[in-house]
Nanobody, 122 residues
Framework: QLQASGGGLVQAGDSLRLSCAASGRTFSSHVLGWFRQVSGEGRVFVAAVNRGGGSTTYADSVQGRFTISRDNVKRTVYLQMNSLKPEDTAVYYC?????????????????WGQGTQVTVSS
């Protein structure tokens, strides 16, 4: 089970850190990712981190502004979001992928959190 938190209403240029806590003892055996979704559209890949935390991948739209990280002891994955833009406004979901592949396709992720709203005003 995944529980995301940390969303909120901020102004353009501000920062937010999302957290996603996981229950269960298999946390470290999953690739973890963040996706976002705007109402009426599909879920879009944001970032992913491999099992050990040493390898990451990002969508072009957030590269250089967002940082994904994980703490396998705390069973938590984070998304540090800096220089936020109004187009970053969405519901953000964390997800877990039981394979070794650091992928961006939503279909690869088996487990999903409930989502947390991020709203960036201009």
């Amino acid at each position: 089970q995944l529980q995301a938190s940390g969303g909120g209403l901020v102004q353009a240029g501000d920062s937010l850190r999302l957290s996603c806590a996981a229950s269960g003892r298999t946390f470290s055996s999953h690739v973890l990712g963040w996706f976002r979704q705007v109402s009426g559209e599909g879920r879009v890949f944001v970032a992913a981190v491999n099992r050990g935390g040493g390898s990451t991948t990002y969508a072009d739209s957030v590269q250089g502004r967002f940082t994904i990280s994980r703490d396998n002891v705390k069973r938590t994955v984070y998304l540090q979001m800096n220089s936020l833009k109004p187009e970053d406004t969405a519901v953000y979901y964390c997800a877990a992928n039981p394979s070794y592949t650091l992928g961006s396709a939503a279909s690869m992720y088996r487990y999903w959190g409930q989502g947390t709203q991020v709203t960036v005003s201009s």
